[in-house]
């Protein structure tokens, strides 16, 4: 099994609502990655947890909140979302949060923010 | 600095070989990576090259590395109507799986 899977497939949410992204593998990788990609544009990191320890935070809004339950899911909490943060946001995952290695991709929730 | 280039098009006719080309300015990258996007789908990892090889072949896919110009290109032969999409070329600097992706080349395919 090699593969990522995030729910929901398509999100659309008010600036004031509370919602959830979730992101899920069974390869027994222990490093998790969201990712946000913008329209025509590649994707950027957003955070890295590396054995259910957030290990990098490239300075994203509080507005989004990651947590690692367990090693297999990968969750996004989004509160009080702009405009500007309607995008594809990918969940991947990879063996370790060493260098090299193979990074999977799930297929991506597709969230707009009215 | 980090900063990956690449071409934002290229257009092929069916059967022949495409060459898509990459620069990046990181040395310290250990892995390159090509990725794969078909519209409205995720990223899926068609190959990559570590940094001490000069060329991998997989199937119709050829990478080849150029490490002292930090040039990396992706030869896809015989192309088909399905390899339409958008290939991203990315590095992974100093550690930590933390991927840096160019812009990303579309590919399209005519008959």
């Known amino acids: 099994d090699t593969e990522v899977t995030q729910t929901p497939k398509h999100l659309v949410m008010g600036m004031t609502n509370k919602k959830s992204l979730k992101c899920e593998q069974h390869m027994g990788h222990r490093a998790m990655y969201w990712y946000k990609q913008k329209a025509k544009k590649p994707p950027e990191l957003m955070f890295v947890?590396?054995?259910?320890?957030?290990?990098i935070n490239e300075s994203v809004p509080s507005r989004f909140s990651p947590e690692c339950p367990n090693s297999s899911l990968l969750n996004l909490h989004l509160h009080a979302l702009q405009p500007e943060d309607s995008a594809l946001y990918l969940c991947?995952?990879?063996?370790?949060?060493?260098?090299?290695?193979?990074?999977?991709f799930g297929p991506g929730t597709r969230l707009t923010v009215l | 600095g980090e900063d990956v280039e690449q071409s934002l098009f290229l257009s092929v006719r069916e059967g022949d070989s495409s060459v898509i080309n990459c620069t990046y300015t990181?040395?310290?990258?250990?892995?390159l990576y090509w990725y794969k996007q078909e519209p409205g789908a995720g990223l899926q990892l068609l190959t990559y090259?570590?940094?001490?090889?000069d060329m991998k072949q997989d199937q119709r896919l050829t990478v080849l590395l150029n490490k002292k110009d930090k040039h990396l290109s992706l030869r896809i032969a015989d192309t088909q109507t399905g390899d339409s999409a958008i290939y991203f070329c990315?590095?992974?600097?100093?550690?930590?799986?933390?991927?840096?992706f160019g812009a990303g080349t579309r590919l399209a395919v005519h008959p």
């Open positions: 947890y590396s054995y259910e320890k957030l290990s």
């Open positions: 991947a995952s990879s063996l370790n949060q060493g260098q090299g290695g193979e990074q999977f």
């Open positions: 090259i570590f940094s001490n090889m």
């Open positions: 990315a590095e992974s600097p100093g550690g930590y799986n933390k991927l840096i």
């Open positions: 990181d040395s310290s990258s250990t892995y």
